[in-house]
């Protein structure tokens, strides 16, 4: 099944202006803790680690614990001096890996 | 005398393991991100004091100065972690926002981590009606 992201970007960024970062993965975050219709405890499946790289270099990270909603969101702000690329990477349980790559029109 | 002490033992073993467990897996989950127990400082923790439902509730942690990390911890979830925040060089503000999963009504705490190896920590109360499906 392919995952979903969703990322959100300004359109336009200034050079060295702030700029606001939303990305959201459709991912369960299955806890471990709930039980199924048949009462079997569901396994525990969880995005761990989130990363957001501009050009390469690491700029945002997370870990992920159960505590954090289902379809997992996180919004930052960052800051570029020229265009550059923006890429996102999560990983979780059972071999959960999605990444994604903008570009950033930065003038 | 026997008896008053033997009711005071019952009463001290009744009301104390729940909440030094629960406390006490919180410093430790704060230390292992940390590296040491954070002062109390300035932290700002936007969230609904009133949280209809548990299950996805938004939060937004700031800080007011530059930091390395942000974190934030629950007392009371199964699990005291939530979310371990890292920022690199070019992250313009020292803050995020996520949605977090809350058991029950508690005390958050957030704790920030700057690159001189200061730490600091903020709580905030929260009063939830309807519970995150956390429960075994």
């Known amino acids: ?17 702030p700029f606001e970062v939303r990305a959201t993965v459709a991912h369960a975050m299955e806890t471990g803790y709930r039980s199924g219709d048949d009462g079997a405890r569901l396994a525990r499946d969880l ?23 289902a379809n997992p969101y996180l919004s930052f702000w960052l800051r570029a001096n020229k265009p550059a690329e923006l890429s996102f990477s999560w990983r979780g349980d059972n071999g959960f890996s999605h990444d994604e790559t903008r570009r950033l029109n930065v003038a | 005398m026997k008896r008053r002490e033997f009711v005071l033992a019952a009463a001290a073993l009744a009301a104390l393991p729940e909440a030094r467990a629960t406390d006490d897996a919180l410093r430790a989950a704060i230390r292992a991100w940390a590296g040491r127990d954070p002062e109390a400082g300035a932290l700002k923790i936007e969230i609904a004091e009133l949280v209809e439902n548990g299950n996805a509730v938004p939060v937004r942690i700031a800080a007011s100065e530059p930091v390395s990390g942000l974190a934030l911890f629950t007392p009371l979830n199964p699990e005291p972690e939530v979310v371990h925040a890292s920022f690199g060089a070019a992250v313009a503000r020292p803050e995020f926002s996520t949605r977090m999963r809350l058991a029950r009504s508690q005390r958050i705490v957030a704790v920030a981590r700057a690159a001189d190896g200061r730490c600091w920590q903020a709580g905030m109360d929260v009063i939830v009606t309807l519970a995150a499906c956390v429960e075994p």
């Open chain 1, 1 to 17: 099944m392919a995952t979903r992201a969703v990322i959100t970007l300004p359109v336009a960024i200034k050079a060295g202006e």
């Open chain 1, 47 to 69: 995005v761990r680690r989130f990363e957001c790289r501009l050009d390469g270099e690491l700029v945002f990270a997370a870990d992920l614990f159960a505590a954090i909603s």
